[in-house]
Nanobody, 124 residues
Framework: VQLQASGGGLVQAGGSLRLSCAYS????????MGWFRQAPGKDREFVAG????????SYGDSVKGRFTVSRDNAKNTVYLQMDSLKPEDTAVYYC??????????????????WGQGTQVTVSS
């Protein structure tokens, strides 16, 4: 399994970005997909997750109502739409895959595969 995250960049506060994560490997729909982020000096934080079918999503408290996770199983891609961005959203964002396809975990230890990360910087 390989994951390739993209779409990061520099944006002003209040702006939007959409991250993508391209998956290659075994059947994509068998995996829960998660987004995590890590700011300098801080622990890795759960941002959002989505079940294999796309029918259930989960969000971290700090992004709820501003971020939306989705997936296109035909394209083997998961997305993170980030709106109303704040300076505190600045971090490296990682996508991850969990072989469990129907329970979204908020703990990074349960995810089996990780992308390389993409930097998101929000200026005030």
């Amino acid at each position: 399994v390989q994951l390739q995250a993209s779409g990061g960049g520099l944006v002003q506060a209040g702006g939007s970005l959409r991250l993508s994560c391209a998956y290659s490997g075994r059947t994509f729909s068998n995996y829960v997909m998660g987004w995590f982020r890590q700011a300098p000096g801080k622990d890795r934080e759960f941002v959002a997750g989505i079940t294999g079918s796309g029918g259930t999503t989960s969000y971290g408290d700090s992004v709820k109502g501003r971020f939306t996770v989705s997936r296109d199983n035909a394209k083997n891609t998961v997305y993170l739409q980030m709106d109303s961005l704040k300076p505190e959203d600045t971090a490296v964002y990682y996508c991850a895959a969990d072989r469990n396809y129907y329970v979204i975990s908020r703990y990074s230890v349960y995810y089996n595969y990780w992308g390389q990360g993409t930097q998101v910087t929000v200026s005030s």
